[in-house]
C-alpha cells in the first residue's frame, strides 16, 4: 500500500542551527501538507502547498519557515534559525485532492520528531 | 475559529469493555467530521470519517455518528481488544475541503488483558 515516508525519523539540533524535515508523498497525490505537534499538545496545521506554491498557512508559519518541492518527488520543510519551541513532531501528508470528501483523505507520514538543545 | 475538545486521557480498559471518546467541535457551517489513530511507533491513519450531518462512520467495530444538534462526534466500540491501544484524535475541516484539519489533543487508550 502506497505510504508517505519521512526522514530523519529523529532529528536533535542546537538552537539557531537550521534543520530539513523530509517527505515523500503518495506519488500520484498534489496537495502536501506540514503538521506538527508539540509533546502534550493539539496536532497543528502548518503550511498546505499545491502547484508548487503554498496554498496557505497558519500563524505558526512565520518566516523562519520555508517548503520546498525541489524535485518532483520529496517535499521538504525547512527551519532555518531553530528555536526551543520548534522541538515537536512533524508531521508531512498527502492527498489525491482537498475538495472531494472521497479523494481528500489526508494520508501521514511517521512523523519526524525534532529535537532543539 | 474552528476548535475540536476531547476528552483527557488516559483511558484505560480491559479487554473486552465498552469503549467511548466523547469529542465536540466549534465550526461554522457543516464541516466534515474524523477520528484519526495512531498506534506507538507509526503515524497519523484516519479510522473514520462523517461528511454530514446524521452519517455514521464506522471502522474496525469503532463508529461515530455525526451529530449537528449536538456539535458532537463521540467515538465509540462495543468491545475493544489490547491491539487498539492507541491515540485517538478527533478532528475537523472546513466545508468543502480538507486542506486545513483542526485537530482535538488526543486522548490516550490503553486496553489491557
Keep these: 500500500e502506497p505510504e508517505v515516508t519521512q526522514t ?3 532529528q536533535v539540533t542546537q538552537m539557531g542551527q537550521e534543520v530539513i524535515l523530509r517527505c515523500v508523498p503518495i506519488s500520484n497525490h498534489l496537495y502536501f501538507y506540514w503538521y506538527r505537534q508539540i509533546l502534550g499538545q ?3 496545521f502548518l503550511v498546505s502547498f499545491y502547484n508548487n506554491e503554498i496554498s496557505e498557512k497558519s500563524e505558526i508559519f512565520d518566516d523562519q519557515f520555508s517548503v520546498e518541492r525541489p524535485d518532483g518527488s520529496n517535499f521538504t520543510l525547512k527551519i532555518r534559525s531553530t528555536k526551543l519551541e520548534d522541538s515537536a513532531m512533524y508531521f508531512c501528508a498527502s492527498s489525491e485532492d482537498w475538495t472531494d470528501p472521497n479523494t481528500g483523505e489526508l494520508f501521514f507520514g511517521e512523523g519526524s520528531r525534532l529535537t532543539v538543545l | 475559529g474552528n ?3 476531547q476528552m483527557e486521557g488516559p483511558v484505560t480498559l480491559s479487554e473486552e469493555a465498552f469503549l467511548t471518546i466523547n469529542c465536540t467541535y466549534t465550526a461554522t457551517g457543516y464541516p466534515s467530521l474524523f477520528w484519526y489513530v ?5 503515524g497519523l491513519q484516519l479510522l473514520l470519517k462523517a461528511t454530514k450531518a446524521d452519517d455514521k462512520g464506522s471502522n474496525k467495530g469503532f463508529e461515530a455518528t455525526y451529530r449537528k444538534e449536538t456539535t458532537s462526534f463521540h467515538l465509540e466500540k462495543g468491545s475493544v481488544q489490547v491491539s487498539d491501544s492507541a491515540v485517538y484524535f478527533c478532528a475537523l475541516s472546513s466545508p468543502g475541503g480538507y486542506q486545513k484539519v483542526t485537530f482535538g489533543t488526543g486522548t490516550k487508550l490503553q486496553v489491557i488483558p
Design chain 1, 8 to 10: 530523519p525519523s529523529h
Design chain 1, 42 to 44: 493539539k496536532v497543528e
Design chain 2, 3 to 5: 476548535s475540536v475538545t
Design chain 2, 38 to 42: 495512531q498506534y506507538p511507533g507509526e
